[in-house]
């Protein structure tokens, strides 16, 4: 049975979507339902908490999942994140996974300063800050990682993000006008178990590694290890999701930005 174990034990992992009401677009609620059903197939119960501004925050956090928003979206939620960010940042520090797309990587920097002259603090988890321009960075993109390979997904955003020295990017893409900011060839920022990127698509349902390193760390977080209990049927499943996550990548791969 999915999400139980081969004794009928519950092991619950807890998933917070941050902000889905307003830093949810381009697909990035996809996110959260490749993380619920892979956990579901490794044998945990998913327990996914949506947090909006206002909400009470869950008693128990294994994992974070944020997505992207327009400018005023982040504007909205400005004041409820920073009620938020000694939280957040004791969460990072104790290796919880997190993984923020766009609009919630720049809010996780130093600083956005939009296209229009105002600045948004960030609450600094990254060493990365974020300027508004005029041209929109969009198109299919691949990017390359020494930990999890070629990463595939679909940039679209006009911020651009710069990393401080020794900031480790997710990974690096192979042209100019791509990536983090279109000069420096990064893409995505890396610091204890929470990744930034611009990649939408959505990210995880194209990148099982990435998803699967994010369900060991909450499952190490939780239980000290990261321990799969399935069935002949969760592994069948899972092998024919991964089967189409890779047809998927060859086809995003292969199209012109």
Same mark, same amino acid.
Request: glycine residues 12%; negative net charge.
């Given at each position: 049975?999915?999400? &139980?174990? $081969?004794?009928?034990?519950?092991?619950?992992? *807890?998933?917070?979507?941050?902000?889905?009401k307003?830093?949810?677009?381009?697909?990035?609620w %996809? !996110?959260?339902?490749?993380? +619920?059903?892979?956990?579901?197939?490794?044998?945990?119960?998913?327990?996914?908490?949506?947090?909006?501004? @206002?909400? $009470?925050?869950?008693?128990?956090?294994?994992?974070?999942?944020?997505?992207?928003g327009?400018?005023? @979206? #982040?504007?909205?939620?400005?004041?409820?994140?920073?009620?938020?960010?000694? &939280?957040?940042?004791?969460?990072? +520090?104790?290796?919880?996974?997190?993984?923020?797309?766009c %609009?919630m990587? #720049?809010?996780?920097?130093?600083?956005?300063?939009?296209?229009?002259?105002t600045?948004?603090?960030?609450?600094?988890?990254?060493?990365?800050?974020?300027?508004?321009?005029?041209?929109r960075?969009?198109?299919?993109?691949?990017?390359?990682?020494?930990?999890?390979?070629?990463?595939?997904?679909?940039?679209?955003?006009?911020?651009?993000?710069?990393?401080?020295?020794?900031?480790?990017?997710?990974?690096?893409?192979?042209?100019?006008?791509?990536g !983090?900011?279109?000069? *420096?060839?990064?893409?995505?920022?890396?610091?204890h178990?929470?990744?930034?990127?611009?990649?939408?698509?959505?990210?995880? $349902?194209? !990148?099982?590694?990435?998803?699967?390193?994010?369900?060991?760390?909450?499952? &190490?977080?939780?239980?000290?290890?990261? =321990?799969?209990? #399935?069935?002949?049927? #969760?592994?069948?499943?899972l092998a024919?999701? *991964?089967? &189409?996550?890779? !047809?998927?990548?060859?086809?995003?791969?292969?199209?012109? =930005?």
């Amino acid at each position: 049975m999915a999400g &139980t174990g $081969p004794l009928g034990q519950s092991r619950p992992i *807890d998933v917070v979507s941050l902000y889905p009401k307003d830093m949810n677009i381009y697909g990035d609620w %996809g !996110n959260v339902l490749t993380i +619920q059903r892979r956990l579901a197939l490794y044998g945990y119960e998913p327990r996914i908490h949506t947090y909006n501004s @206002g909400d $009470p925050w869950p008693d128990h956090v294994d994992m974070i999942l944020g997505g992207g928003g327009q400018d005023n @979206g #982040q504007k909205r939620i400005a004041d409820d994140f920073f009620k938020r960010a000694d &939280t957040l940042r004791r969460l990072a +520090q104790d290796d919880v996974p997190m993984l923020m797309i766009c %609009g919630m990587y #720049q809010l996780f920097g130093e600083y956005f300063e939009t296209i229009d002259g105002t600045r948004l603090d960030g609450i600094g988890i990254f060493g990365v800050y974020t300027e508004g321009r005029e041209k929109r960075m969009i198109g299919n993109l691949v990017e390359h990682s020494e930990q999890f390979g070629d990463v595939i997904g679909y940039e679209n955003h006009s911020g651009q993000t710069f990393l401080r020295d020794g900031v480790e990017p997710l990974g690096r893409v192979d042209h100019d006008g791509q990536g !983090n900011n279109g000069e *420096d060839h990064t893409e995505g920022a890396r610091v204890h178990n929470v990744i930034g990127t611009y990649m939408h698509g959505s990210l995880l $349902p194209k !990148n099982p590694k990435i998803s699967d390193f994010l369900i060991a760390a909450a499952a &190490t977080h939780r239980y000290g290890e990261f =321990r799969p209990w #399935q069935e002949e049927a #969760q592994q069948a499943e899972l092998a024919r999701i *991964d089967e &189409t996550a890779a !047809n998927a990548r060859r086809v995003a791969a292969s199209r012109p =930005r």
